[in-house]
């Protein structure tokens, strides 16, 4: 099986879609977007909050590895597994306020006794590099985004960089969440290239779902199962997407039986190395982009 990055080429059967070449060269014309805004005197900057251990703590320091390499500063406040909403409202509040914090994010997983969704709703939406604010989901569902969410948005990414034809295209989604199903739905329903597509999103309640998959000419899985698509559920010469990441006994999988799939397949996402690297580059773009916009050098925006 041959990897389908960068270049010229078109996607023949059995290509992997390359994700962490494609992240590479993403960074590198943020990094390149970035260096302009500094010489003005503009420096990029993301505030991250988190709380806890496990992924979360994982997830931030590797968005402040990738920070680093592009020349975003990166302000991390952690806060202990028992911290009271009202001190992660109090940072909230106080990033809102100073003009040198371009981008937030709020490290998901929270505390459960967090009320996560309160507290992203108090992110200045400017500042929502995450887009994960109401005002920020609204305008997307208006079709005037102002950011894009990092995971739908990487998708999105991979495909064009891939010369993956979306315009005209019957997309499937398996996943419904607020982070990457709906979000990407509606991106996918964005006029021009990277959209125009004809949108079905499937859930635990879709009835008749492989009948439903089959019929996609991009398959995009988000189900949270590991291996849980078969080659049964896809059609010969489909795209599949997979954004599912489990840790299983064999190592990390993804929601795609890959080794059962891919021979069916015209191209495919791997796991670990597909759609991951991608969601941290599109952030970048997002957190450079916003210092852009709050600076009065949109020209300078994102990717």
């Known amino acids: 099986m041959k990897t389908l990055g960068l270049g010229r080429n078109e996607v023949n059967k059995g290509r992997i879609i390359a994700g962490k070449a494609i992240a590479r060269t993403v960074q590198k014309e943020i990094a390149a977007k970035a260096a302009r805004l500094i010489q003005k005197g503009i420096f990029p900057k993301l505030g991250i909050i988190l709380s806890g251990?496990?992924?979360?703590?994982?997830?931030?320091?590797?968005?402040?590895?990738?920070?680093?390499?592009?020349?975003?500063?990166v302000e991390t406040v952690d806060f202990p597994a028992d911290v009271k909403f009202e001190d992660l409202k109090k940072r909230?509040?106080?990033?809102?306020?100073?003009?040198?914090?371009h981008g937030i994010i709020v490290q998901m997983p929270l505390p459960d006794k967090v009320d996560s969704a309160?507290?992203?709703?108090?992110?200045?939406?400017?500042?929502?590099?995450?887009?994960?604010?109401?005002?920020?989901?609204?305008?997307?569902?208006?079709?005037?985004?102002?950011?894009?969410?990092?995971?739908?948005?990487?998708?999105?990414?991979?495909l064009v960089r891939s010369q993956i034809r979306i315009s005209g295209q019957r997309v499937v989604i398996i996943g419904r969440s607020e982070v990457v199903g709906k979000p990407l739905a509606n991106i996918l329903l964005l006029r021009g290239k990277r959209g125009d597509a004809t949108v079905t999103v499937c859930h635990t309640k879709t009835r008749k779902l492989t009948e439903i998959s089959r019929g996609a000419d991009i398959l995009i899985v988000a189900a949270g199962k590991p291996r849980f698509v078969k080659k049964e559920m896809v059609k010969h010469g489909a795209v599949v997407v997979d954004v599912g990441i489990n840790q299983t006994d064999r190592g990390l999988v993804g929601d795609v039986d890959f080794e059962d799939v891919a021979p069916e397949v015209s191209a495919i996402t791997p796991v670990p190395g597909g759609v991951g690297p991608m969601t941290v580059a599109m952030?970048?773009?997002?957190?450079?982009?916003?210092?852009?916009?709050?600076?009065?050098?949109?020209?300078?925006?994102g990717i």
């Open 118 to 158: 309160r507290l992203l709703g108090l992110v200045d939406p400017a500042k929502d590099v995450d887009c994960l604010t109401p005002a920020n989901l609204g305008m997307l569902v208006a079709g005037r985004p102002r950011f894009l969410p990092a995971t739908p948005a990487g998708i999105v990414e991979l």
């Open 53 to 73: 251990s496990g992924p979360s703590q994982i997830y931030a320091h590797s968005k402040e590895r990738a920070c680093a390499k592009v020349g975003i500063r």
């Open 92 to 101: 909230v509040e106080k990033w809102n306020r100073e003009k040198s914090v």
């Open 283 to 301: 952030l970048l773009s997002n957190t450079v982009a916003a210092a852009a916009a709050q600076t009065g050098e949109a020209d300078n925006a």
